[in-house]
T-cell receptor, first 110, second 113 residues
Framework: GQSLEQPSEVTAVEGAIVQINCTYQ??????LSWYQQHDGGAPTFLSY????GLEETGRFSSFLSRSDSYGYLLLQELQMKDSASYFC???????????FGKGTTLSVSS | NAGVTQTPKFQVLKTGQSMTLQCAQD?????MYWYRQDPGMGLRLIYY???????DKGEVPNGYNVSRLNKREFSLRLESAAPSQTSVYFC????????????FGQGTRLTVV
């Protein structure tokens, strides 16, 4: 089976940096993805890591360590609009479905 | 470009009633998925279809059936709705070859009373 663990809630203030961790257990591995969801709307793709290391996309970065079955999403220069739920997701192998973690609710305050 | 379209957006059913949730994508994606989202449970996979003509069970398939009608459409059917199926249902699609990003519909909010 496959399972992912991430914190349920994180709080931070505007302008700060926050890191959301994700550990996973899968029978195979074909990449770790991150999705953002605002107020129960459609989840939207943020980033994808297939190989170890850091991927940077603007204020957001994602890191993967396959040997540790661990990744994180780093959000910098937090803004109020970053308040949302963030999900990590894995594929066990190419062509199979994404399996999601339970999500981390990020609250950004002024 | 509409992306992934789900209908209906809201639905209330009585216990025992049946209904079909419709999903269509216009991105020529091979793979399509149905998830349900409940508070504190994240997105749980119900069924997926890796390509036209194939379907596979996910984590929580009991009480549901699916049909991959063609490459564009993937429907989810509740034969006899139960209160435990009250949830938000999301359809998604992805390009199997790229295997990176999934695109989601806006969701169907289903209440079974």
């Amino acid at each position: 089976g496959q399972s992912l663990e991430q914190p349920s809630e994180v709080t931070a203030v505007e302008g700060a940096i926050v890191q959301i961790n994700c550990t996973y257990q899968t029978s195979g591995f074909y990449g770790l993805s991150w999705y953002q969801q605002h107020d129960g709307g459609a989840p939207t793709f943020l980033s994808y890591n297939a190989l170890d290391g850091l991927e940077e996309t603007g204020r957001f970065s994602s890191f993967l360590s396959r040997s540790d079955s661990y990744g994180y999403l780093l959000l910098q220069e937090l803004q109020m609009k970053d308040s949302a739920s963030y999900f990590c997701a894995v594929r066990g192998q190419a062509g199979t479905a994404l399996i999601f973690g339970k999500g981390t609710t990020l609250s950004v305050s002024s | 470009n509409a992306g992934v379209t789900q209908t209906p957006k809201f639905q209330v059913l009585k216990t025992g009633q049946s209904m079909t949730l419709q999903c269509a994508q216009d991105m020529n994606h091979n793979s399509m998925y149905w998830y349900r989202q409940d508070p504190g449970m994240g997105l749980r996979l119900i069924y997926y279809s890796a390509s036209e003509g194939t379907t596979d069970k996910g984590e929580v398939p009991n009480g549901y059936n699916v049909s991959r009608l063609n490459k564009r459409e993937f429907s989810l059917r509740l034969e006899s709705a139960a209160p435990s199926q009250t949830s938000v249902y999301f359809c998604a699609s992805s390009d199997r070859g790229m295997d990176t990003e999934a695109f989601f519909g806006q969701g169907t909010r289903l209440t079974v009373v």
